[in-house]
């Protein structure tokens, strides 16, 4: 069973960029697509973007001017960043892996909460 | 982008049937998958592609989808199941994925 975990700082300050990185055991990131997902406080769920196989990568509009999502396979890893934020970013971050043609998330890291603030 | 709406609340007495729909122009001609959540936790897969159920998940859980309208639908609620419940579909055209607003389900 693939398990997948969050890691980074809780704590960013405005107009910083939010580092986080996504560890996947028990599986390859090679043929499936692993997605960041975030859920501001009280909130609903915002998909982020995707990043597949050798690092095709596609974004929500809403953020894609500030988002990067790169892959580091000899780690099994894979990674977020979104510069300049605000405190509108203040969210939990989960990754996720997509498993079938019709991209659903399978498999869910259990998320890291992360806090823009001075 | 694809967008859908849910409603923001559900209620439901245990042992009652529970119905939380997702609307989306001609949602019926995509493929709605359904998650749980329950606070403090990570979304959990219940429905996938309209009305398949993942390997562990009960089968009070059933979903439907046609015209505008996809329906997750639980029967026989528990106290268990009042969680959060989202619906999700991959925009083929810009390849988006696309959460919608997600429903409180509360049971009375």
């Known amino acids: 069973q693939v398990q997948l975990q969050e890691s980074g700082p809780g704590l960013v300050k405005p107009a910083e960029t939010l580092s986080l990185t996504c560890t996947v055991s028990g599986g390859s990131l090679s043929t499936y697509y692993w997605s960041w997902v975030r859920q501001p406080p009280g909130k609903g769920l915002e998909w982020i973007g995707y990043?597949?196989?050798?690092?095709?990568?596609t974004y929500n509009p809403s953020l894609k001017s500030r988002v990067t999502i790169s892959v580091h396979a000899a780690k099994n890893q894979f990674s977020l960043r979104l510069s300049s934020v605000s405190a509108a970013d203040t969210a939990v971050y989960y990754c996720a892996r997509e498993y079938g043609g019709n991209a659903r998330f399978d498999n869910w890291g259990p998320g890291t909460l992360v806090t823009v603030s001075s | 982008s694809f967008e859908l709406t849910q409603p923001p609340s559900v209620s439901a007495a245990p042992g009652q049937t529970a119905s939380i729909t997702c609307g989306g122009d001609?949602?019926?001609?995509?493929?709605v998958h359904w998650y749980q959540q329950k606070p403090g936790q990570a979304p959990v897969l219940v429905v996938y592609d309209d009305s398949e159920r993942p390997s562990g998940i009960a089968e009070r859980f059933s979903g439907s989808n046609s015209g505008n309208t996809a329906t997750l639908t639980i029967s026989r609620v528990e106290a268990g199941d009042e969680a959060d419940y989202y619906c999700?579909?991959?925009?083929?055209?810009?390849?988006?994925?696309?959460f919608g607003g997600g429903t409180n389900l509360a049971v009375l």
């Open positions: 999700q579909v991959w925009d083929s055209v810009s390849d988006h994925r696309v």
């Open positions: 001609n949602i019926g001609r995509q493929s």
């Open positions: 990043i597949y196989n050798s690092g095709t990568t």
